[in-house]
């Protein structure tokens, strides 16, 4: 099983950018699709953006779209999150997955990003 380790969250004021990064260890990166999910208080996990094994294939739920960018860097074993237009509603806990035929594999640990008004 792939070992994932989610850094980057902060306080941000609402305007602003953020960079999450995941970090995956223990299997092989390029085995993964991998996808960013947030989970505000109170509220169900909900998907955010996935990425194909080799990055050709992106995808992004309707809120995000046009303001997040999914990456990911194979040759570090590494996914991004590049953040921008920050806001408020945007305050979670964001977890990175890793999915294998379209099964979910491992999650990390998740990292707090809280957008002020």
């Known amino acids: 099983q792939v070992q994932l380790v989610e850094s980057g969250g902060g306080l941000v004021q609402a305007g602003g950018s953020l960079r999450l990064s995941c970090a995956a260890s223990g299997r092989t990166f390029t085995a993964y699709a991998m996808g960013w999910f947030r989970q505000a208080p109170g509220k169900e996990r909900e998907f955010v953006a996935a990425?194909?094994?080799?990055?050709?294939?992106?995808s992004y739920a309707t809120s995000v779209k046009g303001r997040f960018t999914i990456s990911r860097d194979n040759a570090k074993n590494t996914l991004y999150l590049q953040m921008n237009s920050l806001k408020p509603e945007d305050t979670a806990v964001y977890y990175c997955?890793?999915?294998?035929?379209?099964?979910?594999?491992?999650w990390g640990q998740g990292t707090q990003v809280t957008v002020s008004s």
């Open positions: 997955n890793a999915a294998r035929a379209g099964l979910s594999d491992a």
């Open positions: 990425i194909s094994w080799s990055g050709d294939r992106t």
